[in-house]
């Protein structure tokens, strides 16, 4: 199993960035997808954004598509989730997850491996 840490949460205000990564040890993302999802306080965890091992093939939840991006830089061993014109309602714990099978899917069941979270608050 591999290790994720999870950094890069703050407090912004709305129509401000933030970018959030995620990195490995104790083994790489070599053939792992990796996936975003985001709990804020009085709701159930939701699928944010997922990245597979092979190159250009990214999927987003509605609520962040064309505001969020998902890269990964696999010499870092890192996960980046690159979050534009942030909106108070995207304020919540940030968790990555790795799944071993590569399929970047959109449900928590896919994924074996989670950080701990970062939160992320955004002020209106």
């Known amino acids: 199993q591999v290790q994720l840490v999870e950094s890069g949460g703050g407090l912004v205000q709305a129509g401000g960035s933030l970018r959030l990564s995620c990195a490995a040890s104790g083994r790489t993302f070599s053939r792992e997808a990796v996936g975003w999802f985001r709990q804020a306080p009085g709701k159930e965890r939701e699928f944010v954004a997922a990245i597979r091992w092979t190159g250009g093939s990214t999927h987003y939840s509605n609520s962040v598509k064309g505001r969020f991006t998902i890269s990964r830089d696999n010499a870092k061993n890192t996960v980046y989730l690159q979050m534009n014109t942030l909106k108070p309602e995207d304020t919540a714990v940030y968790y990555c997850?790795?799944?071993?099978?590569?399929?970047?899917?959109?449900?928590?069941?896919?994924?074996?491996?989670w950080g701990q979270g970062t939160q992320g608050t955004v002020s209106a």
């Open positions: 997850a790795a799944d071993p099978q590569g399929w970047a899917a959109s449900t928590e069941a896919s994924y074996d491996d």
